[in-house]
């Protein structure tokens, strides 16, 4: 009688055994879910928006092409330069702004406030205004800074002011106030993350050492919130530069930035106009953060 051939499970030796063993090996294997995630809903669209950038359009409809029309009219128009400058400009600004009182909260919730009850509850308070719509939080300034809001009343009955000052509202002042109550919150969390890491004796040293307030500050405790830092940077200036509705109120659609540009074509159907300045934005946004990236090692915060 003879013996039928029988499947044997692999041994311990074999190829897919010593494949699933290695390390980088089911590390691809654990991350490939997200992979496929990310490749399907943040590659693919941007692939689509690459392409379509370079199709052709007239006034109710575009078609499948290849040209640099699209490009070559952006780039030669001098109203794309005035924009992404005016862009940078906002997002600097913000940046400065969200940078200077971010660090002031953080480091009064990390060294100021001693008991870890108070610093959540302090914490959570900061995170108040994040629980409504940042159209709502953004439109509220409206009426607080218009010709008869409550800032020029207040500044008329205090005899501050003679007339109403029409440079709070629809302008660059409000525009930037809006962003830097919009997003200072994250610049506040990676910093505030950074600073409850820094060892408390290196500060002690400091201080034994003969160190003023101020040279620990800059010698200790800045160097080592570098990463807080940039998160938040890139955090602010990567919102800023794509946001569009916060410029289109807060300057009465005086102003505009390249989500404006990307918005109006789009209002006009110009998708492929709107598609090139879209992958233009990416491009410059991704520069910046590169170069943000050149001034510390991310991935000691991560």
Same mark, same amino acid.
């Given at each position: ?11 311990p030796g074999?190829?897919p055994?010593?494949? *699933?063993k290695?390390?980088h090996?089911?590390? $691809?294997?654990?991350? @490939? ?6 490749a &399907? ?6 692939? %689509?928006?690459? &392409? /379509? ?10 078609y499948? +092409?290849?040209q640099? +029309?699209?490009y070559?009219?952006? *780039?030669? @128009? ?8 005016n862009?940078? !400009?906002?997002a600097?600004?913000? $940046?400065?702004?969200?940078l200077?009182?971010g ?13 870890l009850? $108070?610093?959540?509850?302090l914490?959570?308070?900061c995170?108040?205004p ?16 218009? #010709?008869n809001g ?5 500044? %008329?009955?205090? =005899? ?9 509202l629809?302008?660059d002042? @409000?525009?930037?106030l809006a962003?830097?109550h919009?997003y200072?919150?994250? %610049?506040v969390v990676p910093?505030f993350?950074?600073m409850? #890491?820094?060892?408390r004796? *290196? ?6 050492a ?9 010698n ?5 919130? !570098?990463?807080?830092?940039?998160? =938040?940077?890139?955090f602010? /200036?990567?919102?800023?530069m ?7 109120? %807060?300057? =009465?659609?005086q102003?505009?930035n390249?989500? #404006? ?5 789009i209002?006009?159907?110009q998708y ?9 934005l990416l491009?410059?946004v991704l ?5 943000l ?6 991935? !000691?915060e *991560?």
């Open positions: 009688m003879s013996a039928h051939p029988t499947t044997s499970p692999a041994a074999s190829l055994g010593a494949l *699933l290695n390390r090996v089911s590390g $691809w294997l654990l991350a @490939s879910p997200l992979g496929l995630v990310l &399907v809903f943040l590659l693919l669209p941007i692939a %689509m928006i690459a &392409v /379509v950038s370079f199709w052709g359009a007239t006034e109710f409809s575009i499948p +092409d290849f640099w +029309d699209n070559a009219f952006l *780039l030669s @128009s001098p109203v794309t330069y005035k924009v992404f400058l862009t940078f !400009k906002y600097v600004l913000t $940046w400065v702004f969200t200077g009182i660090f002031t909260v953080a480091y009064f919730l990390a060294f100021h406030i001693r008991s009850t $108070w610093q959540i509850a914490f959570l308070l995170t108040i994040f629980w409504t719509s940042n159209i709502i939080r953004m439109i509220s300034w409206i009426p607080f800074l218009g #010709r409550i800032a020029n009343s207040t500044l %008329m009955s205090m =005899g501050v002011i003679d007339a109403p000052l029409d440079w709070l629809y302008s002042f @409000s525009v930037i962003f830097v919009l200072t919150l994250f %610049m910093i993350n950074s409850m #890491r820094i060892d004796a *290196l500060i002690e040293a400091a201080y034994d003969g160190a003023t307030g101020f040279q620990t500050l800059t200790v405790i800045i160097p080592l919130c !570098k990463p807080g830092i940039m998160i =938040g940077s890139i602010v /200036v990567t919102l800023v794509g946001d569009f509705i916060t410029v289109r109120f %807060m300057s =009465g659609s102003s505009a390249v989500g #404006r540009l990307i918005s109006n074509d209002a006009l159907l492929p106009s709107a598609a090139a300045t879209a992958v233009i491009i410059t520069m910046v953060i590169g170069i990236l050149r001034f510390v090692d991310i991935r !000691k *991560l």
